[in-house]
């Protein structure tokens, strides 16, 4: 079975700046995506970037990027350029892409706030 | 066309009574799944279907949960005898399956479920 863990409860950011969220996560399996979802209060699950395993490079979308670390099972996210808009529940999930449902395994979240 | 809608947004009951919870995926989709949020946690795997069959049920807490999705497209998820344990968001997400299939998700905003 898969686990996810996000190590960080709260985390908070001044306008503007750089964030890093962590996530680390086990597995035994070589076929799988990555992905950084965002919830805000509204509850909708929006995706922000997601990530092939067998890609070395790492995925970058706009102001959000990744740093992938295959070997040592992590995978955080950075968000430059913090906006306002950027404050919400952050769940890093896991994917088994070789077979079966392709199910996400999350983890429990990081509560980010964009200070003003 | 549109995204996944569900309703009720928002449904009170009393302990022992029954729900049901439905789910309108994006069209076209083919994969249905539904998770369950408790507060403060990441989602929670419960069912996924590929067209009209439950492919696989193993995240079904017990056997007062259940789920149809008669005609391959709205699902319903059916909650007997509730108890108090199983307030919490219900997501519903779909996901486009075959040749031009995707590993995404796309969720709905859930429906708030309260067991008094």
């Known amino acids: 079975a898969q686990t996810v863990t996000q190590s960080q409860p709260e985390m908070s950011v001044q306008e503007a700046e750089t964030v890093t969220l962590s996530c680390t996560y086990d597995?035994?399996?070589?076929?799988?995506?990555l992905f950084w979802y965002k919830q805000p209060p509204s509850r909708q699950m929006i995706l922000v970037i997601r990530?092939?395993?067998?890609?070395?490079q790492n995925a970058t979308e706009n102001r959000f990027s990744v740093n992938f670390q295959k070997a040592a099972k992590s995978f955080s996210l950075k968000i430059s350029d913090s906006q306002l808009g950027d404050t919400a529940m952050y769940f890093c999930a896991f994917l088994y892409s070789g077979a079966g449902s392709y199910q996400l395994t999350f983890g429990k979240g990081t509560k980010l706030s964009v200070i003003p | 066309g549109a995204g996944v809608s569900q309703t009720p947004s928002n449904k009170v009951t009393e302990k022992g009574k029954y729900v049901e919870l439905r789910c309108d995926p994006i069209?076209?989709?083919?994969?249905l799944y539904w998770y369950r949020q408790s507060l403060g946690q990441g989602p929670e795997f419960l069912i996924y279907?590929?067209?009209?069959?439950?492919?696989?049920d193993s995240g079904l807490p017990n056997d007062r949960f259940f789920a149809v999705r008669p005609e391959g497209s709205v699902s319903t998820l059916k909650i007997q005898r509730t108890e108090r344990g199983d307030s919490a968001v219900y997501l519903c997400?779909?996901?486009?399956?075959?040749?031009?299939?995707?590993?995404?998700?796309?969720f709905g905003p859930g429906t708030r479920l309260t067991v008094l």
């Open positions: 069209s076209g989709h083919t994969a």
């Open positions: 997400a779909s996901r486009r399956t075959g040749t031009s299939g995707s590993s995404e998700q796309f």
């Open positions: 279907f590929q067209g009209t069959g439950a492919a696989d």
């Open positions: 990530q092939e395993a067998y890609k070395q």
């Open positions: 597995t035994s399996e070589s076929n799988y995506y």
